[in-house]
């Protein structure tokens, strides 16, 4: 599957940014339905990190402390589309963010990714 991951970009400290990532291909024999997403993000000098996860229906959802109540990820089965809604930004979640595929959405938190998406950039000036 190929991952394309779009909707970065500079923006102030408390805005919000909708981050989109499109899926084509099958992964595994597996149409986008059948699998998990998730975004992870890595600032420079840092390890990259899991954000959030959401399960094939989009029923279960996982987030990581730092951005929990403000984040919220999203997918549409039928456009093949996992959105991360992202408010009130703060400058430490400046990263270059990735969406990733995986088994389930415990194992995007767990970090165990089939497949990685090409980054896109979050700027965040305070």
């Known amino acids: 599957v190929q991952l394309q991951a779009s909707g970065g970009g500079l923006v102030t400290a408390g805005d919000s940014l909708r981050l989109s990532c499109t899926a084509s291909?099958?992964?595994?024999?597996?149409?986008?339905?059948?699998?998990?997403m998730g975004w992870f993000r890595q600032a420079p000098g840092k390890e990259r990190e899991f954000v959030a996860s959401?399960?094939?229906?989009?029923?279960?959802?996982y987030y990581s402390d730092p951005v929990k109540g403000r984040f919220a990820v999203s997918r549409d089965n039928a456009e093949n589309t996992v959105h991360l809604q992202m408010k009130d930004l703060k400058p430490e979640d400046a990263a270059v963010h990735y969406c990733?595929?995986?088994?389930?959405?415990?194992?995007?938190?767990?970090?165990?990714?089939?497949?990685w998406g090409q980054g896109t950039q979050v700027t965040v000036s305070s």
């Open positions: 990733a595929a995986g088994d389930t959405a415990q194992a995007l938190r767990n970090s165990r990714v089939w497949h």
């Open positions: 291909g099958r992964t595994s024999g597996r149409t986008f339905s059948e699998i998990a």
């Open positions: 959401i399960n094939r229906s989009g029923t279960l959802t």
